[in-house]
T-cell receptor, first 117, second 108 residues
Framework: SAVISQKPSRDICQRGTSLTIQCQVD?????MFWYRQQPGQSLTLIAT?????????ESGFVIDKFPISRPNLTFSTLTVSNMSPEDSSIYLC??????????????FGSGTRLTVV | KNEVEQSPQNLTAQEGEFITINCSYS?????LHWLQQHPGGGIVSLFM???GKKKHGRLIATINIQEKHSSLHITASHPRDSAVYIC??????????FGTGTRLQVFP
């Protein structure tokens, strides 16, 4: 299975600033996803990062707030822009590898714990 | 109502106890996943199931497609098993739908 290196692992940021989170995968993968996990909540999909084109955002998430880059099949970044305390969450990237038919296995990054003060 | 429901939400156990976490879902799925999230936030994929039963070490996962139910069992629990266990399903797409998680604490 793929191995993901995600960084930073944690950060404390001032409101109004931006933070870029990186995920590097040790193999080429087609599908890469970015999730947010607010305190005490389950994971919520922010967007699917598409190589060579704009990311596909889920309802409630917009490109201006969460710009995503995917320059190749092994790397992606998520930026949390103009941060407010409500953006304090764990952010995770994930990749899917097809395990047969419609079944996909998933590997997750180690997460970025963001605190906005 | 969530499409994926887990129970219990919180679980405490003494070391050595047998643990069961349950997951029910209300949609047709292509696969069900059990994930483990440690306090630092990182997530490890434990199992992917589309039928039957899988075992890995002290962990056993079962799924009943007809009843739309899965269980994760931990035998001979240990404090290092303390984590949040998340059930997630995939429909006929590549996207995961997550349960709310079960927080497990195992005390020595």
């Amino acid at each position: 299975s793929a191995v993901i290196s995600q960084k930073p692992s944690r950060d404390i940021c001032q409101r109004g600033t931006s933070l870029t989170i990186q995920c590097q995968v040790d193999s080429q993968v087609t599908m890469m996803f970015w999730y947010r996990q607010q305190p005490g909540q389950s994971l919520t999909l922010i967007a699917t990062a598409n190589q060579g084109s704009e990311a596909t955002y889920e309802s409630g998430f917009v490109i201006d707030k969460f710009p995503i880059s995917r320059p190749n099949l092994t790397f992606s970044t998520l930026t949390v822009s103009n941060m407010s305390p409500e953006d304090s969450s764990i952010y995770l990237c994930s990749v899917a590898v097809q395990g047969g038919l419609a079944n996909y296995g998933y590997t997750f990054g180690s997460g970025t714990r963001l605190t906005v003060v | 109502k969530n499409e994926v429901e887990q129970s219990p939400q919180n679980l405490t156990a003494q070391e050595g106890e047998f643990i069961t976490i349950n997951c029910s879902y209300s949609v047709g799925i292509s696969a069900l996943h059990w994930l483990q999230q440690h306090p630092g936030g990182g997530i490890v994929s434990l199992f992917m199931l589309s039928s039957g039963k899988k075992k890995h070490g002290r962990l056993i996962a079962t799924i009943n497609i007809q009843e739309k139910h899965s269980s994760l069992h931990i035998t001979a629990s240990h404090p290092r098993d303390s984590a949040v266990y998340i059930c997630a399903v995939t429909l006929n797409t590549d996207k995961l739908i997550f349960g709310t998680g079960t927080r497990l604490q195992v005390f020595p």
